[in-house]
């Protein structure tokens, strides 16, 4: 999959679950505070696809 593609996918299908579980989402990375100072991140980093060979 490319890039563009992967991004819509995560729009439609990924992110809206975390906002469904209290995140915060900016840009490609969605964060939550809980009670007691703890904190939730998740980052979705792009890299290209290293060739097998």
Do not use: N, W
């Not at 989402?25 to 939730?40: K, T």
């Amino acid at each position: 999959m490319d890039r563009k593609t992967t991004t819509s996918e995560l729009r439609a299908q990924f992110f809206p679950q975390l906002v469904a579980a209290g995140f915060v989402r900016q840009g490609d990375i969605a964060r939550r505070v809980l009670d007691g100072g703890v904190v939730h991140v998740v980052e979705v980093q792009h890299r290209p696809r290293s060739a097998v060979r």
